[in-house]
């Protein structure tokens, strides 16, 4: 059977199969899209084998899963495609009402760690469709991420403000922020160690041919959207799709707060496939 790999419905995940449609690099997988929730649920219940998923998602079953050695989601300062768009300041936000994507879960329990230690309010959150016009009429904010948050940015009202989550986070403790790892079930990783070896070469190598590559990738990702190239350029070049040890140090901050404020029961260790 191929291995069940999940795949990100965003932007943010092209320049991780670029390499494979491009180049045709070879990889027998069975590709199974969603959004990070539905890659968080599915791997949680055993219907994927591997999947990149919401940091907090691997914090909550790392009992069962190992991590992907060099690859993730990160950004070490602007992301550009997770905001808060709020019709105030953040610091009126204190009892208000904020309205959540409910395809999120890193960028949820982000922004309760930044609103609960770094700004010390109390808002009131409800979970939401991500579709900014509706969830402006009942809350005072809104969080969007992924493709979402790129577009309501893209054609983005004056009236608004708008926070960039990553940034905010660098500024408040130096570090960047890391939203999704791939996380693999331990017992499949177990048997099957080289063709997760071969999956990881495979990304890792398509991220690079994407970076070298970026407006024509931006282009191409471009195509079926309203976006320019060049915004999809600043896109690429704000992410950081590598999991070395300044990200990992951020992902443990991220789970320290996460852990202190109640979402965690216990701060997980990196479980990093030695591979
Ligand atoms: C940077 C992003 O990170 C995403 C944010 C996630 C979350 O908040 O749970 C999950 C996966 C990432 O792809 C983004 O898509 O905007």
Sequence with gaps: MRPRVGHIQFINCFPLFYGLIEKKFLLEIELIKGNPTDLNRMLKEGELDLAPISSIAYAQNYEEYVLMPD???SCDGEVKSVYLFSKVPIEE???????LSNISATSVNLLYILMHFFYKIEPHYFISAPELGAMLLEGEAALLIGDDALRAKYKQEKRLFVYDLGQLWKDKTGLPMVFAVWAIREEFAQKNLDTIRLIKNTFVDSISLSLENVEEVAAKA????????????????SLRFDFDLSKQEGLEE????????????????????NI
């Excluded at 936000?93 to 309205?99: F, P, Q, S, T, V």
């Design 222 to 237: 471009a195509y079926w959207e309203d976006f320019t190239t060049s915004y999809l350029v600043d896109y690429f070049k």
């Design 254 to 273: 991220y789970y320290r707060y996460a852990h202190k404020l109640g979402i965690l029961e216990k701060v997980p260790p990196l479980k990093i496939l």
């Design 71 to 73: 690859i993730s989601i």
């Design 93 to 99: 936000l204190d009892g208000k009402k904020i309205a």
